[in-house]
C-alpha cells in the first residue's frame, strides 16, 4: 500500500516482523502524481491545505513492500514544505 502523512514513527511498523526502512527525499509534483492511489492520513490542517486534500488522522501499520510519503512543514515558516519518502523493507 501507499500512504501519505505528516510524520512517521517506527511505532508504525508491524511489531510481529522485523523491518527496516529507506528514506528518500521526494517532490510535491511526485506526491501529487500518486495522489488518487495514496491512503491519507494526514493529521493537520495546514499540510491539508497545502496537498488540497482533507485532513483524515488515522493509524495505519506498515508491512513490508509499503512506501509512505511524509510531508511536514518547517517549524519556523509554516509555508515551507518538506518531502520524504519511506520505502518499507524486510
Same mark, same amino acid.
Given at each position: 500500500?501507499?500512504?501519505?502523512?505528516?510524520?512517521?514513527?517506527?511505532?508504525?511498523?508491524?511489531?510481529?516482523?522485523?523491518?527496516?526502512?529507506? $528514506?528518500? =527525499?521526494?517532490?510535491?509534483?511526485? #506526491?501529487?502524481? /500518486?495522489?488518487? *492511489?495514496?491512503?491519507?492520513?494526514?493529521?493537520?490542517?495546514?499540510?491539508?491545505?497545502?496537498?488540497?486534500?482533507?485532513?483524515?488522522?488515522?493509524?495505519?501499520? $506498515?508491512? =513490508?513492500?509499503?512506501?509512505?510519503? #511524509?510531508?511536514? /512543514?518547517?517549524? *519556523?515558516?509554516?509555508?515551507?514544505?518538506?518531502?520524504?519518502?519511506?520505502?518499507?523493507?524486510?
Amino acid at each position: 500500500m501507499k500512504y501519505l502523512s505528516n510524520g512517521f514513527s517506527p511505532k508504525m511498523l508491524n511489531p510481529n516482523k522485523t523491518l527496516t526502512f529507506t $528514506l528518500k =527525499e521526494t517532490t510535491y509534483e511526485e #506526491i501529487m502524481k /500518486n495522489k488518487n *492511489e495514496l491512503v491519507n492520513s494526514i493529521g493537520h490542517q495546514i499540510i491539508a491545505d497545502h496537498l488540497d486534500i482533507e485532513k483524515n488522522r488515522i493509524n495505519i501499520q $506498515l508491512e =513490508e513492500g509499503d512506501i509512505i510519503y #511524509i510531508v511536514d /512543514n518547517e517549524k *519556523e515558516d509554516h509555508t515551507q514544505f518538506n518531502y520524504r519518502k519511506i520505502i518499507i523493507n524486510q
